[in-house]
């Protein structure tokens, strides 16, 4: 029988090369940990075989093995993927990825002392909020802007600040679940404004707005419906409408946007997202949207409007609670910086993505096909991130047929990167418009892996 007593102690395997090496990186006391327990697992392994006896594995498969444990060790569990799947914003894969000059941005920000809260000019104390504000109003036409954390802080703060134990006027129809534990009713609730619920689920009238005004009202609110559609005997009351209703009445009238477009997705064939810039022009005080849906930003909350409003919300306690930090200021900065110089289609990821031309598309999934020994099949991709409900822009997928695809799924999904894809009538379907440059090779090459392994 493999003698337990054969194998080496666990100071002899931390004398071999690779783990002394080891031990300069990862240090003495995660890889004596990682070795022990690779030792333990091993006589655990032998004893069970007692009557079977196994060898004992020599030196260089143990370290062998106490290296694939300590990359697992080492492994972040925030890792980049391959978004194959076609769908643009992607939420649980992080929304939108940033353009180059936004990731360097990071870097050069990140990594160095800025100008975060500094005044070159007096060398005094600065405000952050400085950073992206000029842009955002040259950009959406309004006075003033603030950056929270996301659109959901910022709806908190709007509320907080400016409706605090008065009432807020709100569609029944916009009486919705954004996502998550996200819906609107419960953030006003936290907030400690009180919903006043007008109108039915499809159809408000402004007339049903000012017939509900009271001394305690403070807000007409009007929520995007952007994850949803309602569709046949449907009305909602025009937002200029609302917005000169609200002003009429001394009161504000306050948008939640949610994606946040700065460009026309209609010239792309899809229906058009409002933008930002529509809302300011009707008459909206405070505009609230994503900086990681549409605008193709990092994380964030945008607040766009009058500026006596955004100065009332600068100075609340909260803001100091749900402000930015100096990362998502680069990268928003820079990424605004695209559409301040109208590069935004050829630079930012998210409109690259929506952009892309059929051609280039047909191409990219017929070179996966041939390297697959798969198919072509035309496709929809999606916009997602609660943007263009049921809107799809037409693809062409790269499809393959395997015999158990979900488990082909989870073994592109163990890939170093992790290769996400989808199924759709028993087929593996790789949509080219969401991956993106550079990361071909990798899913070409781990895709064929995967079909070797299912051969074998
Ligand atoms: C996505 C969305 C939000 C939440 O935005 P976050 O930035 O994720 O907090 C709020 N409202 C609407 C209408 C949305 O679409």
């Not at 409007?305 to 955004?310: F, K, N, S, Y």
């Not at 050829?346 to 198919?375: C, F, H, K, T, Y």
């Not at 916009?383 to 393959?400: D, H, K, M, R, V």
Request: hydrophobic share 45%; charged share 20%; with cysteine.
């Amino acid at each position: 029988m493999a003698s337990l007593r054969d194998l080496p102690s666990v100071d002899k395997l931390l004398q071999a090369a690779p783990l002394q090496a080891w031990q300069a990186a990862y240090g003495r006391a995660g890889v004596l940990e990682t070795a022990r327990a690779v030792l333990d697992a091993l006589r655990a392994e032998l004893r069970h075989n007692g009557t079977h006896p196994l060898p004992v594995p020599a030196l260089d498969e143990l370290v062998a093995r106490v290296g694939a444990a300590l990359e697992a060790r080492f492994r972040p569990s925030l890792r980049p993927v391959i978004n194959a799947t076609g769908v643009i914003i992607h939420t649980n894969l992080g929304r939108a990825p940033l353009s180059l000059a936004a990731q360097q941005a990071i870097v050069a920000i990140g990594g160095q002392y800025s100008t975060l809260e500094f005044d070159l000019e007096d060398g005094k104390r600065g405000s952050r909020y400085a950073h992206a504000e000029a842009a955002l109003c040259e950009l959406t036409g309004a006075e003033a802007a603030l950056v929270v954390n996301n659109a959901a802080a910022a709806l908190v703060l709007v509320l907080s600040a400016l409706a605090q134990g008065r009432q807020v006027i709100l569609s029944r129809g916009h009486l919705v679940e954004i996502g998550g534990a996200f819906r609107v009713p419960e953030i006003m609730a936290q907030s400690g404004a009180l919903l006043v619920e007008v109108g039915t689920t499809n159809r408000t009238r402004i007339g049903d707005y000012a017939a509900a005004i009271s001394p305690q009202t403070a807000m007409l609110m009007h929520v995007h419906s952007s994850n949803f559609r309602m569709i046949g005997f449907t009305e909602e009351a025009p937002l200029g409408e609302m917005a000169a209703l609200a002003h009429e009445r001394g009161l504000i009238c306050v948008q939640d946007l949610g994606s946040g477009a700065l460009l026309d997705t209609a010239q792309f064939g899809l229906s058009h997202e409002p933008t930002v810039q529509e809302s300011v022009q009707a008459g909206v005080d405070l505009v609230v949207f994503s900086g990681d849906k549409l605008l193709g930003g990092p994380q964030g909350g945008i607040i766009v409007g009058r500026r006596e409003l955004v100065a009332q919300l600068k100075k609340h306690p909260l803001a100091r609670a749900l402000r930015v930090d100096k990362l998502g200021y680069a990268a928003l900065a820079a990424t605004l910086d695209h559409y301040r110089c109208g590069q935004a289609l050829a630079q930012v990821p998210v409109w690259r993505m929506l952009s892309r031309s059929l051609d280039e598309l047909l191409q990219a999934a017929r070179r996966w096909a041939d390297a697959w020994g798969g198919i072509i099949l035309p496709g929809q991709s999606t916009i997602g991130g609660g943007s263009l409900p049921g809107e799809t822009l037409p693809t062409t997928l790269a499809a393959l047929h395997v015999p158990k695809p979900d488990a082909f799924l989870a073994r592109l999904r163990q890939h170093e990167p992790p290769i996400i894809a989808r199924i759709q009538d028993e087929r593996v379907l790789f949509d080219p418009r969401t991956v993106l440059d550079g990361q071909e090779d990798g899913l070409i090459e781990g895709v064929k892996l995967a079909l070797e392994r299912e051969r074998a």
